[in-house]
């Protein structure tokens, strides 16, 4: 079926009245880099007035969700609550603590990555080392480094993205994953990230070197698309109706997916971001095509409110 | 046909009669990490009373050719010249002086990796970016880094182990791969490379990171087993004979490939480095099997002495 835009106000009545839940995701669509994008707060106190639940789900993994709410409030989206904000870091952490055999009393995680990972995993009762530890930024001596021989206790390495990677992390990180009973999870797999002006290298990439240095496996990951992600916002919030819920996103091959691959009741696409009008009509991606779109998330506001 | 091994005074008479030339493979023939291996100086001086020729043939990029005949000299092995040994770097500057279109006296190359990279590329007239630059050590800033927008005069980006990675390094080199028409070289692809106690990741690795942030074709290589590192050798000395050249290694996957693919003479493989005898019958490496084998290179010595 094809998309149906919301350009009027019957259909974005429709749009609404057809969920109860909305999962937003963030860059593009709330923002884009440092700017806010034009009547995303008006459109969310809408949401708070009629009633429906709001999410946010990232694939940032450098943030705890605590950090993550003061962006929000940076950007005058007051009230939201750590309670609202699915990271892949804590996707991760959920995972981990819930759907393996690792012991949080006793199992430790090698940590390659920020500190959001780090206070998600800290939050739901696992030891970490790595990550951020200020050690870890001296030159890689390997005669000297206090983090080798590697630490029997720890089961798993979690690998997120990490802008101080050095060969310190990448030499310990590695000899943790060359014992193959060491588990081995991703928070996500983008290769790039986007910056201002300059697009960046993503986790994924990150990742790519730690599975090529020693022959891993591709790692399970908690970001977009993955259900695994998804799995995590039903962890907490169990009373939610898929068919009831609407993913709210700038890009077809992680948001829109995502929504797709979970049977959400629907999706919306948001052209405020790396899609154009035109990729509803080119099928190269594989014939991922959202519910609905918009040019961008603020027409739900302007056009309701005509 | 089944790999003679070394182990009696008339095959190693007849080996030594057989060939002209011998390109030695370094760490696990010579030496193991700081540790010269036995009978090693006896066997280049037997070598040298005997007229052959001997060349140095490294993967190592991080040393320029002129730094690595201090390695040798370090192990007491004398008179070794900087025109003996041919490393990935210096076959990375051969490859692209004589077999590219890039012109040394105006098109830039970008250096991901270390010294001996820019300082073989500098030889040969290419102007450096990047690389060993200790403003690269800085923290990643995109507002503030001394190294973008992109040169445009940059033509080819050479990535190579880089011991210094960070997040600054990364974002430089992806934004110069995005242009599709940078032309983009690796030095070698091994993905690890031995220390002492500790493996560590190798420059494949790291070509990978790359490689997939950037969305590239993987690149070109210059390191064993590719011919572009033989192409470099037969640049230098055409005066050689492949059928009376003898490639000695440690490694069946690289020294071991590279002299087969080079259609070489003969190949010796010392059993002192990552192979052990089992190699020769365990047949799961894709047939690739020596001419010759032996213990450990000084056994040629010992046998031709006895």
């Given at each position: 079926?094809?998309?149906?835009?919301?350009?009027?106000k019957q259909t974005v009545v429709e749009f609404l009245n057809s969920f109860d839940t909305f999962l937003f995701d963030c860059d593009g669509v709330l923002w884009s880099g440092t700017h806010l994008l034009p009547n995303v707060i008006e459109t969310l106190a809408l949401l708070k007035k009629l009633n429906k639940k709001v999410l946010f789900v990232t694939n940032n993994?450098?943030?705890?969700?605590?950090?993550?709410?003061?962006?929000?409030?940076?950007?005058?989206?007051?009230?939201v609550t750590k309670e609202q904000i699915f990271s892949s870091s804590f996707a991760t952490a959920i995972y981990l603590k819930n759907f393996t055999n690792l012991d949080p009393s006793k199992d430790k995680i090698w940590v390659f990555g920020e500190s959001g990972i780090e206070k998600e995993l800290q939050e739901v009762g696992f030891?970490?080392?790595?990550?951020?530890d200020a050690r870890l930024d001296e030159p890689w001596d390997q005669q000297k480094t206090p983090f080798l021989p590697v630490d029997p206790e720890v089961k798993c390495v979690v690998a997120g993205l990490d802008t101080k990677i050095n060969f310190h992390r990448l030499c310990v990180t590695y000899n943790y994953l060359r014992d193959k009973d060491v588990q081995y999870v991703a928070t996500n797999i983008d290769t790039t990230f986007p910056g201002k002006p300059y697009m960046q290298p993503g986790c994924g990439s990150m990742i790519n070197l730690l599975t090529t240095s020693s022959g891993r496996e591709e790692p399970p990951n908690c970001g977009k698309?993955?259900?695994?992600?998804?799995?995590?916002?039903?962890k907490a919030y169990p009373e939610l109706k898929r068919e009831k819920c609407c993913m709210v996103g700038d890009r077809l091959n992680t948001d829109i997916k995502f929504g797709i691959d979970g049977k959400l009741g629907g999706q919306l696409l948001v052209l405020s971001g790396v899609e154009n009008e035109s990729c509803l009509t080119d099928l190269s991606h594989g014939?991922?095509?959202?519910?609905?779109?918009?040019?961008?998330?603020?027409?739900?506001?302007?056009?309701?409110?005509?």
């Amino acid at each position: 079926m094809s998309p149906i835009k919301l350009d009027d106000k019957q259909t974005v009545v429709e749009f609404l009245n057809s969920f109860d839940t909305f999962l937003f995701d963030c860059d593009g669509v709330l923002w884009s880099g440092t700017h806010l994008l034009p009547n995303v707060i008006e459109t969310l106190a809408l949401l708070k007035k009629l009633n429906k639940k709001v999410l946010f789900v990232t694939n940032n993994s450098t943030k705890s969700r605590q950090d993550y709410t003061k962006k929000f409030s940076n950007f005058g989206i007051d009230n939201v609550t750590k309670e609202q904000i699915f990271s892949s870091s804590f996707a991760t952490a959920i995972y981990l603590k819930n759907f393996t055999n690792l012991d949080p009393s006793k199992d430790k995680i090698w940590v390659f990555g920020e500190s959001g990972i780090e206070k998600e995993l800290q939050e739901v009762g696992f030891s970490t080392i790595g990550g951020s530890d200020a050690r870890l930024d001296e030159p890689w001596d390997q005669q000297k480094t206090p983090f080798l021989p590697v630490d029997p206790e720890v089961k798993c390495v979690v690998a997120g993205l990490d802008t101080k990677i050095n060969f310190h992390r990448l030499c310990v990180t590695y000899n943790y994953l060359r014992d193959k009973d060491v588990q081995y999870v991703a928070t996500n797999i983008d290769t790039t990230f986007p910056g201002k002006p300059y697009m960046q290298p993503g986790c994924g990439s990150m990742i790519n070197l730690l599975t090529t240095s020693s022959g891993r496996e591709e790692p399970p990951n908690c970001g977009k698309p993955s259900q695994l992600m998804l799995d995590a916002v039903f962890k907490a919030y169990p009373e939610l109706k898929r068919e009831k819920c609407c993913m709210v996103g700038d890009r077809l091959n992680t948001d829109i997916k995502f929504g797709i691959d979970g049977k959400l009741g629907g999706q919306l696409l948001v052209l405020s971001g790396v899609e154009n009008e035109s990729c509803l009509t080119d099928l190269s991606h594989g014939f991922i095509l959202p519910t609905f779109y918009a040019d961008k998330l603020g027409d739900v506001y302007e056009h309701y409110t005509k």
